[in-house]
């Protein structure tokens, strides 16, 4: 029973997670390009605001991936 | 990873940075012990592409402060690129990436952290770094502490997630496909270091940052007040 909740804990947190960033990151990206093309001579400040959102979207599913692997360690 | 390289992984995470640290070093010496050229070769075009981009960023957050800004982002932009790219070199020890481990990572990030109060104390003065980091919110503390935590976890997920599917993967197909899953790796080698330096850049220009100058430079940028009341704005016609 022990083993089946060290190796579902680790996949359930991260899963949703995951899920759950992808959705953000599909918002982020696909405003900035759309913001690129309509003003294509402010595209490299876009790129920059994009590639720092994503990184902090990005952070939350590494302190899950965090998690995750801490209770693995555990098996 | 065999019992032996995870019993001595802290000595060769050191042996690591050491060799990257080595290998920029020359690297340095190399390409500035040379001619330089009016027009330049590629070598030379690409060494000055990356510098002025520092330089510029540098100048964005302080335009005394390009000597000192620049070297230090450039630097921490080199160092962790070339530690993420040992991934693709492959020889027994070296391959591993020293910021796969999280005291690599985390030496960073205090790095950087501490290297952002050093120099806003060196623009601003003691006091007045001190004072950034209780006024106006005694909570600035805990973000310093935040923010050092999520830029060396960062960093860690990124390039230890990635060397832990490059293991399994080879674990469970040892040819072919792991060439594919090293490709997709080189994004965030590149996208991460970048990421690290922007953010870093951002807490300085915060710590730097004095009200006076932007002041300043509101009353530049901003068109006069009979101006946007008659509908001719710095943008109009």
Same mark, same amino acid.
């Given at each position: 029973?022990?083993?089946?909740?060290?190796?579902?804990?680790?996949?359930?947190t991260i899963v949703p997670t995951a899920i759950a960033a992808a959705f953000a990151m599909r918002k982020i990206s696909y405003t900035a390009i759309e913001g690129m093309t309509r003003q294509p001579e402010v595209?490299?400040?876009?790129?920059?605001?994009?590639?720092?959102?994503?990184?902090?979207?990005?952070?939350?599913?590494?302190?899950?991936?965090?998690?995750?692997?801490?209770?693995?360690?555990?098996? | 990873?065999?019992?032996?390289?995870?019993?001595y992984l802290p000595y060769i995470i050191i042996f690591n940075f050491t060799l990257v640290a080595v290998v920029l070093i020359v690297l340095g010496i190399v390409a500035t012990h040379r001619k330089l050229e009016?027009?330049?070769?590629?070598?030379?075009?690409?060494?000055?592409?990356?510098?002025?981009?520092?330089?510029?960023?540098?100048?964005?957050?302080?335009?005394?402060?390009?000597?000192?800004?620049?070297?230090?982002?450039?630097?921490?932009? *080199?160092? #962790?690129?070339?530690?993420? @790219?040992?991934? +693709?070199?492959?020889? /027994?020890?070296?391959?591993?990436?020293? =910021? &796969?481990?999280?005291?690599?990572?985390?030496?960073?990030?205090?790095?950087?952290?501490?290297?952002?109060?050093?120099?806003?104390?060196?623009?601003?003065?003691?006091?007045?770094?001190?004072?950034?980091?209780?006024?106006?919110?005694?909570?600035?503390?805990?973000?310093?502490?935040?923010?050092?935590?999520?830029?060396?976890?960062?960093?860690?997920?990124?390039?230890?997630?990635?060397?832990?599917?490059?293991?399994?993967?080879?674990?469970?197909?040892?040819?072919?496909?792991? *060439?594919? #899953?090293?490709?997709?790796? @080189?994004?965030? +080698?590149?996208?991460? /270091?970048?990421?690290?330096?922007?953010? =870093? &850049?951002?807490?300085?220009?915060?710590?730097?940052?004095?009200?006076?100058?932007?002041?300043?430079?509101?009353?530049?940028?901003?068109?006069?007040?009979?101006?946007?009341?008659?509908?001719?704005?710095?943008?109009?016609?």
């Amino acid at each position: 029973m022990k083993e089946i909740f060290l190796v579902l804990v680790p996949t359930l947190t991260i899963v949703p997670t995951a899920i759950a960033a992808a959705f953000a990151m599909r918002k982020i990206s696909y405003t900035a390009i759309e913001g690129m093309t309509r003003q294509p001579e402010v595209a490299p400040q876009l790129f920059t605001a994009m590639i720092v959102a994503m990184a902090l979207v990005e952070a939350l599913v590494i302190y899950c991936l965090v998690i995750a692997l801490m209770v693995a360690a555990k098996i | 990873m065999s019992e032996i390289v995870q019993h001595y992984l802290p000595y060769i995470i050191i042996f690591n940075f050491t060799l990257v640290a080595v290998v920029l070093i020359v690297l340095g010496i190399v390409a500035t012990h040379r001619k330089l050229e009016e027009v330049p070769d590629p070598i030379q075009n690409v060494a000055e592409f990356a510098l002025e981009w520092f330089v510029r960023r540098a100048r964005a957050i302080h335009p005394d402060g390009v000597t000192v800004i620049a070297p230090f982002l450039a630097s921490l932009f *080199l160092f #962790i690129l070339f530690s993420n @790219l040992l991934a +693709a070199v492959s020889f /027994p020890i070296i391959r591993i990436p020293p =910021t &796969s481990y999280y005291g690599g990572t985390l030496t960073l990030a205090l790095i950087a952290m501490f290297g952002t109060t050093f120099i806003s104390a060196k623009f601003m003065g003691a006091r007045g770094a001190i004072k950034h980091l209780f006024w106006p919110n005694p909570l600035q503390l805990v973000t310093k502490v935040s923010d050092t935590l999520s830029l060396s976890l960062r960093l860690f997920g990124n390039i230890g997630g990635e060397f832990l599917v490059v293991l399994l993967v080879v674990k469970a197909a040892p040819y072919g496909i792991p *060439l594919v #899953i090293h490709t997709l790796g @080189l994004i965030p +080698a590149f996208i991460q /270091p970048l990421v690290f330096t922007l953010l =870093t &850049s951002n807490f300085l220009a915060e710590a730097v940052h004095t009200d006076k100058k932007k002041a300043e430079v509101d009353i530049q940028t901003s068109p006069p007040f009979s101006a946007v009341a008659e509908g001719k704005g710095a943008h109009g016609s």
